[in-house]
């Protein structure tokens, strides 16, 4: 949050005029007072007054100073993210608890903060206690001061968000490792990183802090492990955790327990009576903030926004179904720039919750909460606690999640059938055919918590477990696909719907867009669903508007190029001059699936004569060869060297897995063609592109 003040620098001279016949009446009581004795009683009453007065303010002030609170220069990370921190001693909170090992994690989706859960509990084998860390609650810097326990253990779970970006909470750690004068001597480390391989800056996070603790003077304990979202990342963590345990058994002469150690985080209390002003009810982070709503909107305090319009783009006879939503942000003064992102907080399916507590043999409407056995820690809930059975498992865990192998592990003890123990067992083993028979019968099959209650009928879990064990639900983004400069009060959406069969016959579809699709605003039906802005520095226009812009955004890939379409030519109606903005753009079908077809074709049209916008398009079902946008960029490769040439910036949304790979090669060969440069000069032209911001990407898998 930004508060400026603003003087106005304006003085005020009060003159106060005195009649002359009011003069010389003061004059002669001044002469009477002089006759009567320089001062009287009243002077003196009125003199003690006076000094007893600024006696008081003085000490006043002495009190006001001496409570100031010294408040920490917000850093632009902070500024960026709404995060700031609550500046915890990292040395004093592992002493004042006992702890000898602490795990930070950089954490985007959820998925480091569930592996560093994860691997504090299995710390207890070790006869080691651990802490969980979010880097964003610590004073960082205090990290230096942790060799002043002995055989001191630090992990770090950092995963990569965007382009190579640290996470919402590790910004402020990254920029802390970068810091040349950063001294962590004596720090014992080990590294694993989280990312994923379809993005050009694989891993980075994991790498380069793992390198910048051993050039900060840090000592490897184990060797980097890296996690692939885009394969195995649970086997990933499995290897990389079995690497690292041995490790530090080496190191500190450790032996693991071979006892069933039934380690849990938390106990449950339910609660026969309590007024509903005091339970959460789908809240993030405050109490009753959905029914009060006060900024700053961020993760912890999204802004309950109606949603206004809600319409398929596709058409009815079309295979694939796309939504453009609206959302009403004129209540919350939310401020957004084209290319931001707008996360949404998603709930779960109903008769999925209802199935599942009919399963597991729970009232939803009871109250509980789960609290933290460990009274030093600085979570004291695993969700927003008191809240219902219906609350959590609509807001607050992720039911649809395939299920790790952690979580079958411990599902494991309540099966009573012992032939479907034995089977949930091999499934979390270290073996080759459990880990392939996990990847199979899981991870393939896409099996949620209620598929696995439903394939393994003897497995009755207590819901407390359960809510312990579950990922927490995490919020979608989606690239914004409006201007401020064109709608100030309102944030447009687009996003596909995702829908599909998995490998074992059963129904599934997004958690987000499944949601979405169920709610049509109409004048009978409101809706609110709740929002926040997250500022996507790394897809920015450029500051001149006169610089041409290349945007390449087949399918929804098109919803930030929409944002910049429309700014530019909001710039243009204002009457100054904007440089050229070429889209390719490209989908399935021209009468079916073309997104914001009559749109795109009115700006065209509309500066036809000036050429500032044009549209390129591939229909890749249209025609009996399929032709796809890296293929047109191929056609117009003249165009676009000619632009690249003039200084145009270059951009790319939409998946990463191929896209986004086949347009950068595509881009490398269209300035090698037409910029008659050898392979290694083209690459290193795109590589000074991307250094300068002149190629950004918004990509995703």
Known sequence: AEVSTQSTGESVVINHSIPDDEMSLSAAAAVAAEEEGMFNVADIVVFVLFVLGLVGFYLYK?????????????????????????????????????????????????????????????????????????????????????????????????????????????????????????????????????????????????????????????????????????????????????????????????????????????????????????????????????????????????????????????????????????????????????????????????????????????????????????EFTSKKHPFPCPTTYRTALTHYVDINTPIRTNVLRDLAQYASDENEKEFLNKLTSNTVEGKNQYNNWVVKDQRHLLQILEDCPSLQPPIDHVLELLPRLQARYYSIASSPKEYPKSIHVCAALVKYTTSSGRPAEGVCTGWLQKMVPSEMDEYSIPVFVRRNQGFRLPRRAITPIIMIGPGTGLAPFRGFIQHRAALKREGKEVGENVLFFGCRHQDKDFLYSDELYQYADEYADEGTIQLYTAFSRDTEKKVYVQHIMEDNGHVIWELLEQGAHFYVCGDARHMARDVHQQLIDIIQLHGKRERKEAEAYVISMENSFRYQKDVWS
């Open 62 to 374: 002495m009190y006001q100073e001496s409570n100031v609170v010294q408040i920490k220069p917000i850093s632009l990370a902070q500024l960026k993210t709404g995060i700031v921190e609550s500046g915890l001693d990292v040395l004093q909170r592992m002493q004042e608890s006992g702890k000898r090992m602490v795990v930070f994690y950089g954490s985007q989706t959820g998925t480091a903060e569930e592996f560093t859960t994860r691997l504090c509990k299995e710390a207890r084998y070790y006869g080691i206690t651990a802490m969980c860390a979010d880097p964003v609650e610590y004073d960082i810097e205090t990290l230096s001061k942790l060799k002043e326990i002995d055989d001191h253990i630090a992990v770090f779970l950092m995963a990569t968000y965007g382009e190579g970006e640290p996470t919402d909470n590790a910004i402020q750690f990254n920029e802390f490792m970068r810091n040349e004068e950063t001294d962590l001597s004596g720090l014992n480390y080990a590294v694993f990183g989280l990312g994923n391989s379809t993005y050009e800056y694989y891993n980075k996070m994991g790498k380069d802090t793992d390198e910048l603790l051993e050039k900060r003077g840090g000592t490897r304990l184990s060797a980097l492990g890296m996690g692939d979202d885009d394969g195995n990342i649970e086997d990933d963590y499995m290897n990389w955790r079995e690497a690292f345990w041995s490790d530090v058994c080496t190191k500190f002469n450790l032996v693991k327990s071979e006892d069933n150690l039934n380690i849990r985080n938390y106990k449950i209390v339910e609660h026969d009576s309590m007024h509903s002003s005091s339970i959460f009810a789908g809240e993030m982070g405050y109490l009753g903030s959905y029914s009060s709503q006060r900024p700053p909107y961020d993760s912890k305090n999204p802004f309950m926004a109606k949603l206004t319009v809600n319409q398929n783009l596709c058409t009815e006879d079309s295979d694939r179904v796309v939504f453009h939503c609206e959302v009403d942000v004129s209540k919350a003064k939310m401020k957004y720039e084209a290319g931001d992102h707008v996360a949404i907080y998603p709930e779960n399916n109903p008769k999925m919750v209802k199935d599942l507590a009919e399963r597991l043999d729970v009232e939803l409407d009871t109250v509980f909460s789960l609290d933290c056995i460990d």
